[in-house]
């Protein structure tokens, strides 16, 4: 890793850290050697790859779902999807609107 950030001129490495928030994770440059987005930087300043579990924790997939395909493949999923819980938030706001019987006007929206 330590080459190619070296090659690529990188002043500013991307990783999680583990006493940070973490960054939006996204399916750009996941199957790069180096999982560009998918580092974590260790206590003794080592870095890993997540693992496919932890970055879909990340993007809050319950540990029951299950991703279909191969490792590359999972890891688009989970960076392309929309946050599970605010998919879900907003599916209930969506319902409970179409539930009220409650039209808006266009400026109301």
């Not at 973490?22 to 890993?48: E, F, H, V």
């Not at 209930?92 to 609107?97: E, L």
Request: proline share 6%; with cysteine; aromatic share 10%.
């Amino acid at each position: 890793m330590a080459k190619y950030e070296k090659a690529s001129s990188c002043k500013q490495p991307r990783d999680l850290h583990l006493d940070k928030p973490a960054r939006t994770l996204t399916c750009r440059n996941i199957s790069a050697p180096t999982g560009d987005m998918y580092r974590i930087k260790l206590p003794d300043q080592r870095r890993r790859r997540l693992l496919l579990r932890e970055a879909a924790r990340l993007q809050s997939f319950p540990d029951w779902f299950e991703f279909v395909g191969k490792e590359t493949s999972c890891f688009n999923q989970i960076g392309n999807a929309v946050l599970a819980l605010f998919a879900f938030d907003l599916a209930g706001s969506i319902r409970s609107y179409l539930e009220s019987g409650q039209v808006l006007s266009p400026d109301e929206i």
